[in-house]
Every structure is written in C-alpha cells, then in structure tokens.
C-alpha cells in the first residue's frame, strides 16, 4: 500500500468523535508539504470514510471497503484461514481478525480455530490475533512457502490481495506492475485455496481486467467486479470478486 497511508496515520487530528464526524478538519504538522500536498491531505482528513476509521479505530479508510464487500457477499466466518495480502498498514487484517473472532480471548473464541496472515514490504505493528509477516516480499517463493507453511494443512478458505505497486504516473509501466503483483496472487491462491474457496484482488482498471476475469471464470463458481462506496468514483481502483474455487491442475 502507498506510503502515503503510513504518512497519513501520523498526522494530528484532534477532538474526533462520533458527533465531529461532519466537521471539516484542519491538519496540523504540515510545514514543508507542497501545496497539492496539503491539499490532498486535508482532502483525505475529511474524506468520509477516513473520519470514521479513526472513531472506530481502523488504521485506514480501506477497512470500509473490504467491511462493505463482506457484508454483501459473507467472506470471512470463524474458524476460517485468511492470507491478507499487501495487508500494510493493517485495516483489512482488523476485520479479518475480528470476524474471525480472533481479536478477544474469550472461552467460546478459543475452540474456534481459525488462521490470519498478513504479510506486506512494510512494517506492520502487531494485531492481536494474527501472524504477520512484515518487510517481506510476497511475489518471493520462500516468503509464499513460509504462508503456506503457516496455513493449517497448508490451505486457506480466502486469499485477501490489496497490494499495489508504487506509481510511477506511467499507465503502462503502472499497470503492468500491477498485473504482475495481480497475477503472483492469484497463482498463490489456486495452489492454497480449499474447495469453493474465495479470492478477492485488487486492480487498476484497464483493458488486462476482462482478461483475467476470463482466466478466473475457468477456475471458480462465480466472477464479479466489485467497487466498494469507500473506493472513490474518481480512482481506477477496483476490485474482483472469485468465489467457489474449482481446484487447479498443474
């Protein structure tokens, strides 16, 4: 994920609460920052989704997006394994772990068994109740062997992939960097994922998209496009949805 994210959970804002959600914000600590800088930081702190990650206590505003998205379609359930892919700073892996009930230690939470993994370049502080594998480069074989070894019986139920390239404002140099990130998980999930398993990735959206949603339909029940309210309309971001792994033949 953008360093950007990691910039963005530094910076000061004061009196958040539920009732100061439709406050305009101004940021603080901004001495050096561009103009277009502070302009799209105070943007961001006012930004709908980014008040409301920091009253519930999200590292990110994407939380909402995969929040949404599990909502509509029932991806993650207790005693599930989940591989949270480009998972920094660790919005997504506070939901995995939270509707995994992993998160509270509690008699009944105990018996369920259930596995998450993050794994990003980026340092991740601890979330309690997952594994996290940090500073690592997930398109590494040895770092995908290491997941896989952590998996019970080497399978997941979901594999979670938000990762994305660093732009370089090039769209072809961009989107190819992405496919390839893209296409790493996806190979990694048809190899971990159990029977009618989930994978769910996310893309720039270009003409290699309808592609890969070709390539997916032959090795999964049902194929979606996918773009989350929290995903803003002006973005290329999206996301695809594979449910019902098929199994994959080498």
């Given at each position: 994920m953008p360093i950007l994210k990691t910039f963005l959970c530094s910076v000061q804002v004061r009196n958040i609460s539920l009732s100061s959600l439709s406050n305009k914000i101004v940021p603080s600590n901004l001495k050096g920052k561009s103009k277009s800088s502070q302009e799209w930081l105070e943007r961001q702190l006012n930004d709908e989704y980014v008040k409301k990650s920091r009253y519930h206590g999200y590292r990110c505003r994407s939380a909402f997006k995969l929040l949404e998205m599990d909502q509509k379609?029932?991806?993650?359930?207790?005693?599930?394994?989940?591989?949270?892919?480009?998972?920094?700073?660790?919005?997504?892996?506070?939901?995995?772990?939270?509707?995994?009930?992993?998160?509270?230690?509690?008699?009944?939470?105990?018996?369920?068994?259930?596995v998450a993994i993050a794994v990003d370049l980026q340092h991740i502080e601890p979330i309690k109740g997952a594994t996290i594998i940090q500073e690592s480069d997930f398109t590494q074989l040895s770092v995908q062997e290491k997941i896989s070894n952590l998996l019970p019986s080497g399978k997941a139920n979901v594999v979670l992939s938000d990762m994305a390239p660093r732009a370089t404002g090039t769209y072809e140099l961009d989107c190819a960097a992405m496919m390839t990130l893209v296409y790493s998980a996806t190979k990694f999930s048809f190899h971990v994922l159990h029977k009618d398993g989930t994978f769910l990735c996310k893309l720039w959206d270009g003409h290699e998209v309808e592609k890969f949603i070709t390539i997916l339909k032959n090795y999964f029940s049902l194929v979606k496009r996918c773009k989350p309210k929290a995903s803003r309309s002006?973005?290329?971001?999206?996301?695809?949805?594979?449910?019902?792994?098929?199994g994959w033949q080498k």
């Open positions: 379609f029932k991806l993650l359930k207790p005693g599930y394994s989940v591989v949270d892919c480009g998972a920094a700073p660790g919005s997504w892996t506070q939901i995995v772990v939270n509707k995994l009930k992993l998160d509270k230690e509690t008699e009944e939470n105990q018996k369920i068994k259930g002006d973005s290329s971001e999206l996301y695809v949805l594979a449910m019902g792994f098929k």
